[in-house]
């Protein structure tokens, strides 16, 4: 049962920007932080971005501030991260989460709802 499902991956020059969207099968996650984690082959999960459960905080890892914004539609139910500027070290399968908490938190033991994840591949 796909809980959260992700959208918007894709092979792009460096340079280039991706929009990424997360939407929820069944559940509104309407009172909880989202986020989007990303792992890279042969490494570890990291974190990228989390949204406040009222939308009015985000917070963002120190490598992508600057260049990616995460965002929710309440209107249609869901979650972007609009990617600019992409370079080929952001390569990695990129996950959408639902957080226990309802404060952005960078924290992966936070998150108890993922989706499967979204490829993006950038080449230099």
């Known amino acids: 049962q796909v809980l959260l499902a992700e959208s918007g991956g894709g092979l792009v020059q460096a340079g280039a920007s991706l929009t990424l969207s997360c939407t929820p099968s069944?559940?509104?996650?309407?009172?909880?932080?989202m986020a989007w984690f990303r792992q890279a082959p042969g490494k570890e999960r990291e974190s990228v971005a989390s949204?406040?459960?009222?939308?009015?905080?985000?917070v963002y890892a120190d490598s992508v501030q600057g260049r990616f914004t995460i965002a929710r539609d309440r209107a249609k139910n869901t979650v972007s991260l609009q990617m600019n500027s992409l370079k080929p070290d952001d390569t990695a399968v990129y996950y959408c989460?639902?957080?226990?908490?309802?404060?952005?938190?960078?924290?992966?033991?936070?998150?108890?709802?993922w989706g499967q994840g979204t490829q993006v591949t950038v080449s230099s």
């Open positions: 069944q559940n509104r996650f309407d009172n909880r932080a």
């Open positions: 989460a639902a957080s226990l908490k309802a404060i952005a938190t960078l924290n992966s033991k936070d998150y108890d709802t």
């Open positions: 949204i406040n459960w009222d939308d009015r905080l985000t």
